[in-house]
């Protein structure tokens, strides 16, 4: 009886280890409005995106990853973005909106 009780504590024990791995792998996702020119990488909320192409992907190693903050790091530093998801979970339109804000102005042509 003791070995089935410390057998199944082990299980458990196990379980919460490699679901809290898994919880750490979470992917987030930048979608860039405009693609980069060569591969860049770019720290922002405490984790490291690499950038290609039209996103910039981080493993998020903390809840400080998928924040406002981190996504007008990235606005700012690439343009507007089109999407900023981690898993199941999405910036709505007023979310990225005023993640956006913080994009540099695009730059005027003089008319001619």
Do not use: H, W, Y
């Amino acid at each position: 009886m003791m070995i089935r009780s410390t057998l199944t504590a082990a299980a458990a024990l196990l379980t919460l280890t490699l679901a809290g791995q898994a919880a750490a792998q979470t992917l987030v996702t930048a979608k860039l409005g405009q693609p980069v020119a060569e591969r860049t990488r770019l720290v922002a909320g405490g984790a490291v995106f690499q950038c290609e192409g039209e996103a910039c992907v981080a493993t998020a190693s903390n809840s400080r990853t998928f924040i406002p903050a981190t996504c007008k790091d990235i606005a700012s530093r690439f343009g507007p973005l089109t999407a900023f998801e981690s898993g199941a979970r999405a910036f709505d339109a007023a979310r990225l909106a005023a993640c956006n804000a913080a994009a540099p102005a695009p730059a005027q042509t003089p008319a001619p």
